[in-house]
């Protein structure tokens, strides 16, 4: 089913090249997907905006950026020749280091041919008259497919804050989510870095390592887990390549997709001696597995209450000055509401003496002027500006393209009050249009290399089963997509994740509609209905030939 022609005209003139799949996206969801479609013998095209392949780990490339799901675990599954002769260095591998092992597998495939690198998609409208998406970018280059992917990935678009004279800054600013190359020299510089999420907790010691004064605009301080990285242990990577598909299953079983220890019994089952005993142990193991102690910590308030007020006990201890202390103290939302964090001498960093706390919750920001910053009464003299400001999560990517499907309905219009999809896999309205991770699935609550494999794996046999049976469309129906939104909405309501005003929610861009996007219900739950769909003959889907 090869067809990789340049075919003539379109609107405005271009030549307009066809293959089968369009992917737009060259980030681990891009490349298996490119690979995938390749073994069922189709012509596949990607388009990535980025001039290497990656995704988030081509762009977050900030100081101290690192993975907080452990090395062995994120990282493909489908290849065991693969998984042999990776080398990890370390238990969280660093940014370089998982960018370099993207463009290992993009070699090793032999991926880079078919991707069109410094290359945006600006629009993909459906022609309803063939049923195919002509997609358009910015280089003036035209695809037509029959079948477009979307793997633009969950935290692809970085999020810059709407302050008064921003621009105005004379100095350097930087985002964590698009941070220079060629690095960025901050010794004996006057630092601000604004934002203490994941990106920031993990920037700011290194940014007080350089600077010779790091100024920290904190609104919501977060709970954090020291992540205890270290050189990988010869003896544990042995563990896991003599048992790489056993481990691999075992982990998919788990709400997360990680292999982690689970606890079994509530929190509240067992003695508080028993309790502190079992959050000293995880402390010190390190990471996020921390919050997998006991099964009720997000679905239980006085539960959840025992860990966070345990881990706000060890922020206090950490914390030598107790006016800085308690400001870094989290009390508003339940611990691993907000996305936990994993970290090296966070805390621990307020105590040099070249850092300084700014609470911008009680001395909000006024303004930015070309010197600095004015917080509260204060102004903060900065050579240079960090924002470690985070993302408009899971559908900002999407947003940022002119999706068009049926009768001219935009996607945009279509999410106007916040996203809907069936599976978080396709919408309503979008045939033959594919998204990898997309909101009402589980995307940023797991491992995500699982949940990218799951799903791509789940499009290409929806793809082989499509041309089987001769089909010109598939869609999501209207009454399966409205049936599992309600889904989605009601099994977060059923937990503490609603209590938080988190980027799930998309509360931290100015204007996006408050609706919980991830699935909750777990990765094993998921992965079943999504499996039982397909077996059914893809029930709460149409499946077409071409109009007459």
Known sequence: MQHNDVLEGCAGGEAVESCDVLIVGAGFAGMYMLHLARRLGLSAVVVETASGVGGTWFWNRYPGARCDVESMQYSYSFSEELQQEWHWSERYASQPEILAYANYVAMKFDLLRDVKFNTRVMRAAFQEEESRWLVSTDQGTQYRAKWCVMATGCLSAAQTPNILGLETFKGGIYHTGNWPHEGVALSGQNVGVIGTGSSGIQVIPELAKQANHLYVFQRTPNFSIPARNRAMDADYENSWKKNYAERRALARSMPAGILSQFGDKSALAVSAEERRQEYERRWAAGGTSFMAAYPDLLRNAEANDTAAEFVREKIRQAV???????????????IGAKRICADTNYFETFNRENVTLVDIRANPIRDISPGGVTAGSDFYELGSLVLATGFDAITGALNKIEIVGRQGLALTEKWRDGPKTFLGLMSTGFPNLFIVTGPGSPSVLTNVIVAIEDNVKWIAECIAYLIDVDAEYIEATASAEETWMEEVRKTAEGTLYIQAK???????????????????????????????????????FSIGKRPN
């Open 320 to 334: 030598q000055d107790p006016m800085v202390a308690e400001p870094l103290v989290p009390v508003d939302h339940p």
């Open 502 to 540: 988190s980027w799930y929610l998309g509360v931290n861009v100015p204007g996006k509609p408050a609706v919980f996007m991830p699935y909750v219900g777990g990765l094993p739950t998921y992965q079943k209905i999504c499996d039982d769909v397909a077996n059914e003959g893809y029930r709460g």
